[in-house]
């Protein structure tokens, strides 16, 4: 039987089954038979509802310019509601925890005769870029398509353009032995990038890290923001995640407004965000778990420098022109008291002399 979704790029939940509580290793990338993708990055967000034991993960998979299209595979413990994110929901959260901004003065010398170098007003940097971008437009109807085994998995990529390579065909494989969901989404050409949101039950919040399938290229840095009731940290492999911990700090709920609206009133009240970034993710899935340590971690901020002049432009000219006043004062007495003298009028000449008595 086929239940339809909303409508949106083309999606599909392969039904492996019912739930199970061993978490599951990896996401699939399906290709399309004379093309492999190139998935650089992935942007999540894992938003943890403590309370009743819901996760709502939402993925950011964008695609490579005039590259081939995609389909990620994404396994789940339980059949998820699956639905189409708006694309300011990563970029909120990238606003949130993006450095703050310090300006710092510094003054310079006033160049004389031109315009002031502090009269400029401050140029900052404007918000960061909201990555996701909006909804990608409706691309094929979404259905649902049951699958008892891998074969049907298979039949499905096949009908919808997408082949499974050896190693994604024995990942299908180990995710109906355990019994997952594996909801597919695709990704590129007609679907665009798509902002895809995922809420089902769990027993702890977990993200797959890996990629499976045809794949091009080194495997795709991941950043995760993780929303939930206090700082979490990650466990990878058995040991503690290696993925830096760039931000961490409460948040208002307008900030994480999309999650918050995803939980549907469940959530807790006092909002935590904490942002994780592997740029080279060496284990299966990530598991995560409220940290011990729940101190605040933020971002160096940014220093923008803006120039004054000093002394202030104006009392630079007021002082060029005052001696400007001064030097024409001096050169002008100068040059009166040595401008060339007319010459004297010479004395009328003699007569001759007359002579005595005469």
């Known amino acids: ?110 160049r004389l005769g031109w315009p002031s170098l502090g009269g400029q007003p401050d140029v900052l940097p404007g918000p960061p870029p909201k990555p996701g971008g909006p909804a990608a437009p409706p691309a094929a109807k979404s259905e649902t398509v ?20 050896p190693a994604l065909a024995a990942w299908l494989k180990s995710q109906a032995d355990r019994k997952w969901t594996v909801t597919a989404v695709a990704v590129g050409g007609a679907a665009g990038s798509p902002v895809v949101r995922l809420t089902f039950p769990a027993d702890r919040p977990v993200y797959p890290l890996r990629t499976v399938g045809a794949v091009a290229g080194s495997p795709p840095a991941h950043k995760v923001y993780v929303v939930s009731d206090g700082r979490y940290a990650g466990e990878a492999g058995g040991a503690p995640w290696a993925a830096a911990v760039a931000w961490s700090g409460p948040a208002k709920p307008e900030a994480v407004g999309p999650v918050v609206k995803a939980a549907e009133g469940s959530a807790p009240q006092n909002w935590w965000v904490t942002e994780f970034d592997d740029p080279a993710p060496g284990a299966d899935e990530v598991v995560f778990a409220k940290a011990a340590d729940q101190a605040a971690v933020a971002r160096p901020p940014t220093v923008v420098y803006y120039l004054e002049d000093y002394p202030p432009a104006w009392v630079m000219n007021v002082l060029a022109a005052a001696g400007l006043v001064v030097v024409g004062l001096v050169l002008g007495r100068w040059l009166w008291r040595h401008r060339k003298a007319p010459a004297a009028a010479s004395p009328p000449p003699a007569g001759p002399a007359s002579a005595p008595g005469g």
């Open 146 to 165: 049951p699958a008892g085994d891998p074969a049907k998995v298979a039949e499905w990529l096949a009908k919808a353009g997408y082949e499974a390579d």
């Open 1 to 110: 039987m086929t239940r339809r979704l909303p409508r949106g790029p083309a999606l599909a939940l392969l039904l492996l089954a019912g739930p199970a509580a061993v978490p599951a290793p990896a996401v699939g990338v399906a290709a399309p038979k004379d093309g492999r993708p190139e998935v650089r990055s992935v942007t999540a967000v894992v938003g943890w509802d403590p309370a009743t034991r819901t996760e709502h993960l939402i993925l950011s998979v964008p695609a490579s310019p005039g590259g081939p299209g995609f389909a990620i595979l994404v396994p789940t413990p339980a059949e998820p509601k699956v639905e189409f994110a708006p694309g300011d929901v990563v970029g909120a959260l990238a606003q949130l925890t993006a450095p703050e901004t310090q300006k710092v003065r510094k003054r310079v010398f006033p």
